[in-house]
């Protein structure tokens, strides 16, 4: 039986991977640098805010991290607040689901600044029994301290981790989780690491994810 599952973020629940990559130009531009999408997929899509400029910037002092993390964050905000992240198919219906039955939490590299005001335009803020963000590690996915992290709020040494990345699926194998990959990011051959592929979260239950695993 399941003992917990703990979701992705960008990807998984929303559809804003876009939205930080154009976030992240906005403020990597007036420094003569943009990434390019295939290069954010390729690259930096699973790294936290931090990692990615310092993958960006190898010789970036702490003051100037700070700065481009701000502007980033600033940039975000405002994208979302021009469009907005669209939910993923299947995404809230299988949160609402879960929780109360198993506990549930979102493990994330995003800021926990960009996550709260999506999870509660969506209505499930008060799902998860933990939420892990980029605030909370020292590192980001694919290392597994953010699961590892995740699990241990949550009391758990085993459940599964639902990943739309092969840096996500990394982090929670590395963590000891099962994973449960969906292709809204990447097509199924980037995914194989993954115990379960899956085209959507459409219809998913407990009962079906307990047969999955």
């Known amino acids: ?16 991977e876009r939205i930080h990559w ?37 010789d970036l002092g702490k003051d100037e991290l700070a700065t481009l993390i701000a502007g980033k ?28 039955d198993v506990p549930i939490a979102i493990c994330s590299g995003a800021l926990r600044e960009d996550i709260v005001p999506i999870i509660e335009k969506l209505g499930v803020a008060d799902a998860f029994d933990t939420i892990v963000t980029a605030d909370d590690t020292h590192i980001s996915k694919p290392n597994p301290a953010p699961y590892k992290l995740a699990a ?27 994973v449960l990959a969906v292709t809204n990011s990447y097509d199924r051959s980037y995914l194989t690491a993954a115990d379960v592929v899956v085209d959507t979260l459409e219809g998913l239950t407990l009962e079906k994810l307990n047969k999955l695993f």
Not at 28 to 56: C, M, Q
């Open 1 to 16: 039986m399941i003992s917990a599952v703990l979701f992705d973020f960008d990807g998984v629940i929303v559809d804003s």
């Open 22 to 58: 154009a976030a992240f130009n906005a403020v990597l531009e007036p420094h003569g640098k943009t990434i390019s999408w295939t290069e954010y997929t390729d690259v930096f899509i699973g790294f936290d805010d931090r990692d990615t400029f310092k993958t960006a910037f190898p």
């Open 73 to 100: 964050a600033a940039a975000f905000q405002d994208l979302l607040a021009d469009g907005g992240a669209a939910a993923l198919p299947g995404a809230v219906d299988l949160i609402k689901h879960l929780s109360g």
């Open 152 to 178: 241990q709020n949550l009391g758990i040494t085993n459940g599964i981790a639902i990943e739309d990345t092969p840096a996500g699926i990394a982090s929670a194998k590395g963590a000891g989780l099962k």
